[in-house]
């Protein structure tokens, strides 16, 4: 285990954490030797569990979507095609697979003259009021 007191940035993973990450990697891929505390242990995964940040440090993805081109850690979709959406034969493999339609009509409104924009729950500016507890 590693603690680190420090300012959560990049560097902190890569250069602080490297060792932890080495680690698991060659457990991953050697196992562990034996020794008096007991027998050798075959090649096995390791997962390191970690907070978002962490998640978008260690994959370079991931953060604000106006501000990241690839906001999401998990997929490959962009800031740039945040609103849009792909029917038919365009969209992903894990939609195919799911045999997922997607609708033709977005429920998300993204226009930024909207007057309420930020009252209007299906807008992406719309702002959780900081009393109502359900929404939040």
Not at 22 to 49: A, I, N, Q
Not at 57 to 72: A, E, I, P, V
Request: hydrophobic share 30%; charged share 30%; net charge positive.
């Amino acid at each position: 285990m590693i603690i680190a007191d420090a300012i959560d940035n990049k560097h902190l993973y890569e250069e602080v954490f490297k060792d932890y990450y080495d680690w698991g990697e060659k457990l991953r891929r050697e196992g562990l030797p034996e020794s008096y505390l007991g027998p050798k242990l075959m090649p096995f995964e390791v997962s390191h569990t970690t907070d978002m940040k962490a998640a978008w440090y260690l994959s370079n993805k991931g953060g604000g979507c106006k501000t990241k081109n690839f906001f999401c850690h998990l997929c490959s979709c962009t800031r740039n095609s945040l609103v849009s959406y792909s029917v038919g034969d365009s969209r992903c493999d894990r939609c195919k697979r799911r045999n997922r339609a997607i609708t033709s009509e977005s429920k998300l409104r993204y226009d930024h003259m909207q007057a309420n924009k930020k009252q209007y729950s299906s807008h992406i500016d719309f702002v959780v009021p900081a009393n109502d507890t359900v929404r939040q």
